[in-house]
């Protein structure tokens, strides 16, 4: 990881707590980064004014690329469809299938992966995280061993030297990215998990049981404020 | 390619002759085609209504995606960025790389892909050939291979059964795409190649000048008016 040359990364990030975390390890591990994120229709917008915090707070830069249009054409998920409910229960229940966006994750690393090749950046980064596996198969490391492969060949002679995919916490916990987030002083609060949107955090869908379950597991305080009153159970 | 099933294609098309006889190829295999088209800030979006019209002249359904926000992020390039003049000369030339937008067929394919899962399409198709190889690494086989691996693993257990990617003319030729959408009764009036826009397609640009090529040494006629008036050398 460690280099005499300076490092620059593209991170497509969400304003949920894993992306802050790897943005904060990004840079103590001596990168620039640029945050890339993505309004898709998703009806937890709410989390890209989150993101613009956490990159104030962090002091770098942010862009948000527009694929607003796309929800219609990616029709079926709670994320972007207003008929479908949002499912409550836990994170890795199958009923969380409904929350799969059409290969999400494909098509923000592929933009990304442009943006990197525009910038001379040379790693592309996202903060997928073990418990992501079960549901969502694009944050799973054969995806993203596999994704490594087709942006080589398709920008074969365009790539930064040296070019790399990083997701540090791809074979870690959520309860290992609160841990290390609170070592590196990530401002939580700033963060936003919740599917639903609105303007307080629901605390009982399935990304906001999974966020108090990863704070109670690695023993950090919780400082978010949900709507279900139940925050002891967070702690 | 014959099966008693019918089969359903999510194609990305650009306005160009390419595209229209890929539309019509899998057409004549038997599928449902759906056009999937990218406003990308391209210099040439003119492309887009000519697309238009070859979708209604085949008569299925075509959506154009809004990425025109990707321009400024995917700089550097003479198709998006108006401080970079478009080469003329012969489309292999080392020139043509100012033509490259970073990860470009990979953005689209990827968000084709999702449109595929959406619909439940079991084929993604694109209409690269080998004359794009020389420049444009994300035409080449080698990426296609990729792409399809990484979709695979990005989308396990939501893909259509049979889900596979198509490119029918990945081998062959510019030519031969000629020759066989002549076959077709493509209407390649309704084309448009050229990548510098306008209202009349310009003749010395390189993608012009692949198209009078490939019109010639298949014999078809070629019934594009060309700007630089010097129409017989595309007979």
Redesign the interface.
């Known amino acids: 990881m460690t280099s005499s040359t300076p490092k620059s990364a593209v991170l497509i990030a969400s304003g949920g707590m894993d992306s802050a975390v790897t943005a904060y390890e990004l840079r103590a591990r001596g990168s620039e980064v640029f945050l890339?994120s993505f309004d898709y229709g998703q009806r937890h917008r709410v989390e890209l004014d989150h993101l613009m915090q956490v990159a104030e707070r962090l002091d770098v830069p942010h862009?948000t690329?527009?694929?607003s249009?796309?929800g219609r054409?990616?029709?079926?998920s709670a994320l972007t469809d207003t008929s479908v409910a949002v499912p409550d229960g836990h994170y890795s229940d199958q009923s969380m299938r409904s929350t799969?966006?059409?290969?999400?994750?494909?098509?923000m690393l592929?933009?990304a992966?442009?943006?990197a090749?525009?910038r001379g950046a040379d790693i592309l980064a996202f903060g997928a995280h073990a418990g992501d596996h079960p549901i969502y198969?694009?944050c799973?490391p054969?995806?993203f061993?596999?994704?490594g492969?087709?942006?080589q060949?398709?920008?074969?002679?365009?790539l930064a030297p040296g070019f790399r995919l990083e997701a540090p916490f791809l074979y870690l916990t959520k309860a290992d990215i609160a841990r290390r987030g609170h070592e590196l002083g990530v401002p939580f609060e700033l963060t936003w998990s919740c599917y639903k949107g609105g303007t307080v955090q629901c605390g009982t869908c399935g990304t906001c049981v999974e966020r108090k379950e990863a704070f109670a597991l690695a023993g950090v305080a919780d400082p978010t404020e949900y709507a279900d009153l139940d925050k002891e159970s967070s702690r």
Chains 1, 2 share one sequence.
């Open positions: 890339l862009e690329v527009d694929l249009g796309l054409l990616l029709s079926g799969v966006v059409p290969n999400r994750n494909m098509i592929s933009i992966a442009g943006v090749v525009s198969p694009d799973r054969a995806f061993e596999q994704l492969k087709v942006i060949a398709g920008n074969d002679g365009y």
